[in-house]
């Protein structure tokens, strides 16, 4: 997918909780209300200068729950 993953990915740093950038604060914006609109669960963190689209897929969520994630988050890219 065309998007930039903002959590580090050093294995040292790695955590069940996951940000990514579209690159713009308005398609982020666009893109969490479309996720929330199909229930998928996400925020939108932005603190100076960086940030996107925070997902927390640990503890209360399973392999399905990324799937739809990405499957919703893949069909919006399609189209916009």
Do not use: Q
């Not at 963190?45 to 927390?56: A, E, M």
């Amino acid at each position: 997918m065309p998007v930039t993953v903002v959590t580090p990915p050093d294995r040292a740093c790695r955590s069940g909780i996951v940000t990514f950038s579209l690159g713009s604060v308005p398609r982020e914006a666009a893109l969490i209300e479309h996720l929330l609109d199909h229930r998928v669960m996400v925020s939108h963190r932005y603190t100076s200068g960086v940030g996107g689209v925070r997902v927390s897929c640990h503890v209360y969520n399973n392999a399905d729950d990324v799937d739809r994630l990405l499957d919703v988050t893949a069909g919006w890219l399609k189209t916009n």
